[in-house]
């Protein structure tokens, strides 16, 4: 798993386009370059202490599975229907997001730099049930709100925890 920085939905007919930026040098990018699909998950802000997890440790030298479960973030498996979508249903995936968007490569990856960028197509969404959790536990996430909590810098790498504010 991996915090995408650039994530934005291009086109809708004939079917749903995301653009996605992948940093080259995580794990994320070289499974997805390998087999070309993923699941995008649209965080809520509750999840915002795995940012420093997800987007600024990789999982070459972490057990990313292990720290989001120690902060109370249980791995679990993929939705009803996303595994109609093709899918695997042995794909774990965190909880309470707001939405889960099964996503498939349908054009090569453009260099970008330090970055990939690759269009997608939606193959299949899933909306859990339910709102998410707490009361204010089910905003969504989005780069300004990171950047006000000074979770991520100002050039969007994930600060250390010690740096967050309240």
Not at 9 to 20: D, E, F, N, T
Not at 45 to 57: M, N, R
Request: charged share 30%.
């Amino acid at each position: 798993m991996n915090i995408l920085t650039y994530a934005s939905p291009v086109g809708i007919r004939p079917s749903r386009k995301w653009a996605l930026s992948l940093y080259k040098q995580t794990e994320t990018y070289s499974n997805f370059n390998e087999t070309g699909e993923g699941v995008l998950m649209l965080l809520r802000q509750k999840h915002s202490k795995l940012v420093h997890v997800l987007g600024g440790q990789s999982s070459r030298d972490v057990d990313k599975r292990r720290e989001c479960e120690d902060l109370g973030f249980k791995w679990g498996r993929v939705g009803p229907d996303l595994v109609k979508s093709g899918c695997s249903p042995f794909l774990e995936l965190l909880p309470d997001c707001a939405v889960y968007y099964r996503v498939v490569r349908c054009e090569p990856m453009i260099d970008a730099g330090d970055h990939d960028v690759v269009i997608v197509r939606i193959e299949g969404i899933w909306e859990p049930e339910g709102d998410g959790g707490e009361e204010g536990d089910t905003r969504h996430m989005y780069t300004g709100f990171l950047r006000e909590k000074n979770i991520i810098s100002s050039a969007g790498r994930a600060n250390p925890k010690e740096e967050h504010v309240q």
